[in-house]
Nanobody
Framework: QVQLVESGGGLVQPGGSLRLSCAAS????????MGWYRQAPGQQRELVAS???????LYTDSAKGRFTITIDKVKNTVYLQMNTLKPEDTAVYYC????????????????WGEGTQVTVSS
């Protein structure tokens, strides 16, 4: 019903920047929340940043001041601007969306993207 497609990952040097994008498509009625999680090898998936429908944002402590999450409701796309990247930011980044759909049952339902690799290394 709903698909999430991520892009923007890659290899970047420490101190560099990347912008991740997650485009949602399908039977979308309303976004409850959208967010980015990450999972490093051998570690649990953790929340990086999220934004709810009203625009309130939430960041993990390590992302505060360096990452910015925004949403374009016209394009149904959420972005994660990541600045001053550090080697410890290396992980697979997953887009997450909680959405009510135009089809029954309307939910809300939770969806995940397939992930995009971010590697911070010199």
């Amino acid at each position: 019903q709903v698909q999430l497609v991520e892009s923007g990952g890659g290899l970047v040097q420490p101190g560099g920047s990347l912008r991740l994008s997650c485009a949602a498509s399908g039977s979308i009625f309303r976004f409850v929340s959208m967010g980015w999680y990450r999972q490093a090898p051998g570690q649990q998936r953790e929340l990086v940043a999220s934004i709810v429908g009203g625009g309130t944002t939430l960041y993990t402590d390590s992302a505060k001041g360096r990452f910015t999450i925004t949403i374009d409701k016209v394009k149904n796309t959420v972005y994660l601007q990541m600045n001053t990247l550090k080697p410890e930011d290396t992980a697979v980044y997953y887009c997450n969306a909680v959405i009510t759909t135009t089809t029954m049952p309307r939910g809300p339902h939770e969806y995940w993207g397939e992930g995009t690799q971010v590697t911070v290394s010199s």
